[in-house]
């Protein structure tokens, strides 16, 4: 289909976005934890204790920011992909009503959705 292959740099651009915005979550969560964790880390011992104390609310607020920027990130990776999908479905419906048109013999008229539901007399 050729909406498919039209549109694959999309498809390929939502899919980074998405894995970014997961790694960014990832990453984040795993910083965190290693700030915040209670055993001490050898990059964490290394800090002054002073500098520890302002590290875990950064480390918070690093967390937050995170989320709302990856999951942002993520959602609109989904939303293209989906929209893409919906796009080539539209386009299979219509270039099967277009077919549908072009038979010769088929009556004309207008067949909707609801016609073929009623039953016939």
Same mark, same amino acid.
């Given at each position: 289909?050729?909406? &498919?292959?039209?549109? *694959?740099? !999309?498809?390929? !651009?939502?899919?980074?976005? /998405? ?5 960014? #979550?990832?990453?984040?969560?795993? /910083?965190?934890? &290693? $700030? ?7 990059? $964490? /011992? @290394?800090?002054? $204790?002073?500098? *520890? ?11 937050? $920011?995170?989320? #709302?920027?990856? +999951?942002?990130? &993520? #959602? /609109? +990776?989904?939303?293209?992909? !989906?929209?893409?999908d919906i796009h080539r479905h539209a386009? @299979? ?7 549908? *048109? ?15 539901? !009623?039953?016939? @007399?």
């Amino acid at each position: 289909m050729a909406g &498919a292959r039209r549109y *694959r740099f !999309l498809a390929i !651009l939502a899919l980074a976005q /998405t894995v970014a915005g997961c790694l960014i #979550i990832f990453a984040a969560v795993l /910083t965190a934890f &290693a $700030v915040l964790s209670p055993w001490p880390g050898a990059i $964490v /011992t @290394r800090v002054p $204790v002073e500098w *520890r104390e302002r590290l875990a609310p950064a480390a918070i607020g690093g967390i937050a $920011v995170a989320i #709302i920027l990856g +999951g942002s990130l &993520a #959602i /609109t +990776g989904q939303m293209l992909l !989906l929209l893409r999908d919906i796009h080539r479905h539209a386009a @299979r419906l219509d270039a099967r009503d277009r077919r549908r *048109r072009r038979e010769p013999g088929r009556p004309p008229g207008p067949h909707d959705a609801a016609s073929r539901l !009623l039953p016939r @007399r």
